[in-house]
C-alpha cells in the first residue's frame, strides 16, 4: 500500500457524510487542508501586520514582501487600470502558493494535485474576465476575436481559431498547475520506494536524487503559483485594454 | 563634501546589487514562461478536438469534424505560443 506512489492522492471523507439535495458535501482530507492553507495565510497576514514597526520583524518584511511583490506583478503585467484588482490576485497567489507549500510536508495532502481544484479556480478567473471585458467594452469586447489587417477570405479561420485559443486558457491555466503538482509528488514517492526496495546497500543514490527533488518540487510550487497569478494579470489586462 | 562622496558610492554599489537580485529573479520567471508556453500548445489541441467530437456527434459526421477541429487546434496552439513569444519579446 504504501509504495502505491498513487495513493497519496487519495480523497476520503472525515466524519459523518452530508447529503445536501443529492450533492455528497461530506469533509474530506482535501477540505480538512484547505481550511489549513488559509488558516496560514490568515495568521501570517494578522500577526504580520499586528505589530507595525518601522524597522519589520520577520513575519512582518514576509507579510509585506508577499504584498509589494504581487502589487509590482500586477504593475508590470496589467497597468494600473487594474489596481483594483489587487485584492483577488493577491487571495489567488496565497491561496494556490500554500496549497503548494503544505502539500511539501511530509503526511499531508496537496490539495492542488486534483484538477478539480484547479479547473474550478481557472474557471473563476476565466468567467470573471470575461464578465468584466463585457461590462467594461460591452459587446465591443467580441472584437478580441478579429485581429487587424486579416485578409476578408481568411476571417471565418482566424475567428475559430481565435475563439478556440480564447476557450483553451483555462484548461491550460488549470492542467499546469495540477499536472505539475502531480507529477512532481508521484516522482517524489516513487523515489522514496526505491529508497526501501534498495535497501541499505544501493538506497542512497534515490535518497539523495528524492533530497535534490524535493528542492526542485519547491521552487515549482512557488513558480507555479506565480505563473497563476501572472497569467490571471495577462488575461486582466487583456479584457481591460483591449488593444495594446 | 567627503561624506556625501561616501554616501554616493555606497549608494551607487547598493543600486548595483539591486539590479543583480533582479537578474537573478528573471531566471527563476524564465523558468516559469517555459512551463506556460509548453501547456499552452498542448491545450489548444485538446479543446480544439474536444470541441469537435461534440460537434461530431450532434451533426453526425464521425471522424470529419474531429480532425478540422484538430488541426485548428493546433493552428491555435502555435498562434498562442507565437503570442506569448511576442509579448515576452516587447518586455
Not at chain 1, 529508497?195 to 542512497?204: A, E, N
Request: hydrophobic share 55%.
Amino acid at each position: 500500500m504504501s509504495l502505491n506512489p498513487m495513493h497519496q492522492f487519495e480523497v476520503y471523507k472525515i466524519g459523518p457524510e452530508i447529503n445536501l439535495g443529492g450533492i455528497n458535501l461530506s469533509f474530506t482530507n482535501a477540505s480538512l487542508f484547505m481550511i489549513i492553507s488559509s488558516f496560514l495565510i490568515l495568521s501570517l497576514l494578522f500577526f504580520g501586520t499586528k505589530k507595525k514597526s518601522l524597522v519589520p520583524s520577520k513575519i512582518q518584511l514576509i507579510t509585506e514582501m508577499s504584498y509589494t511583490f504581487v502589487a509590482k506583478m500586477i504593475n508590470d503585467t496589467a497597468g494600473s487600470s487594474a489596481k483594483s484588482f489587487f485584492p483577488f490576485i493577491f487571495t489567488l497567489f496565497m491561496f494556490v502558493l500554500f496549497c503548494n507549500m503544505v502539500g511539501m510536508l511530509p503526511y499531508s495532502f496537496t490539495v492542488t494535485s486534483h484538477i478539480i481544484v484547479t479547473f474550478a479556480l481557472a474557471a473563476i478567473v476565466f468567467i470573471g474576465v470575461t464578465i468584466i471585458g463585457f461590462i467594461k467594452h460591452g459587446f465591443k469586447y467580441l472584437e478580441l476575436f478579429v485581429p487587424k489587417g486579416v485578409p476578408v477570405v481568411l476571417l471565418p479561420l482566424i475567428v475559430i481559431i481565435e475563439i478556440i485559443s480564447y476557450l483553451s486558457r483555462p484548461v491550460s491555466l488549470s492542467v499546469r498547475l495540477f499536472a505539475n503538482m502531480m507529477a512532481g509528488h508521484t516522482m517524489l514517492k516513487v523515489f522514496g520506494g526505491f529508497v526501501i526496495s534498495l535497501g541499505l546497500l544501493g538506497g542512497w543514490l534515490p535518497l539523495s536524487f528524492s533530497v535534490a527533488l524535493t528542492g526542485l518540487e519547491i521552487l515549482v510550487a512557488f513558480l507555479q503559483a506565480y505563473v497563476f497569478a501572472i497569467l490571471t494579470c495577462i488575461y486582466l489586462n487583456d479584457a481591460l485594454n483591449l488593444h495594446h | 563634501m567627503k561624506e556625501f562622496k561616501e554616501i554616493s558610492t555606497r549608494l551607487k554599489i547598493a543600486k548595483n546589487k539591486i539590479k543583480k537580485e533582479n537578474n537573478d529573479g528573471s531566471n527563476a520567471a524564465s523558468l516559469g514562461k517555459a512551463l506556460k508556453i509548453s501547456t499552452e500548445l498542448v491545450a489548444s489541441v485538446a479543446v480544439g478536438a474536444t470541441i469537435g467530437f461534440i460537434l461530431d456527434n450532434w451533426f453526425d459526421t464521425t471522424p470529419l469534424l474531429t480532425i478540422c477541429f484538430f488541426f485548428i487546434g493546433v493552428a491555435a496552439g502555435i498562434m498562442n505560443v507565437f503570442k506569448s513569444a511576442k509579448r515576452m519579446q516587447n518586455k
